[in-house]
């Protein structure tokens, strides 16, 4: 348990729950849990995911070399968070653009044929 940010009573965290079709994106793109729950603690954008219910949250990575978006797709439970997917994608998108909702279906129909 942990404190609210607004010092209002006591909130408490909503266990993880890995979805193996998430385990098995971050394995292709050689992302780690921690980098992930990294991501879901202080994503530098979210949006609504094409599924029902669900949301994407993003960060950039920037490197000598080029910059990269790290993506992860989740959905609440009353008591838990599934991972439903994670991901990278080579270069920026724009806020709400075609590109990241063809990548958030693709993304979901990978996890529904699953």
Same mark, same amino acid.
């Given at each position: /348990?942990?404190? %609210? ?6 909130? #408490?965290?909503?266990?993880? +729950?890995?979805?193996a079709? !998430?385990?098995g &994106?971050? /394995? @292709? +793109?050689?992302? %780690?849990?921690?980098?992930? #729950?990294?991501?879901?603690? %202080?994503p ?6 094409? !599924?029902?219910?669900?949301? !994407?949250?993003? @960060?950039? @990575?920037? $490197?000598?070399k080029n %910059? ?12 838990? *968070? *599934?991972?439903?997917? !994670?991901?990278? +994608?080579p $270069? #920026?998108?724009?806020? =709400?653009s075609?590109?990241?909702? #063809? /990548?958030? =279906?693709?993304? +979901?129909?990978?996890?529904? &044929?699953?």
């Amino acid at each position: /348990m942990r404190f %609210s940010p607004l010092g209002v009573g006591v909130k #408490k965290e909503k266990t993880l +729950y890995w979805t193996a079709h !998430a385990l098995g &994106k971050m /394995m @292709q +793109y050689r992302l %780690s849990e921690g980098r992930i #729950k990294r991501i879901l603690h %202080s994503p530098e954008r979210v949006e609504t995911g094409i !599924a029902p219910e669900t949301i !994407a949250v993003m @960060q950039t @990575q920037k $490197g000598p070399k080029n %910059s990269h978006e790290i993506w992860a797709m989740v959905a609440d439970d009353k008591v838990r *968070r *599934r991972v439903i997917s !994670a991901w990278r +994608y080579p $270069g #920026k998108t724009k806020p =709400r653009s075609e590109i990241s909702l #063809k /990548m958030f =279906r693709r993304e +979901y129909v990978d996890y529904k &044929k699953g």
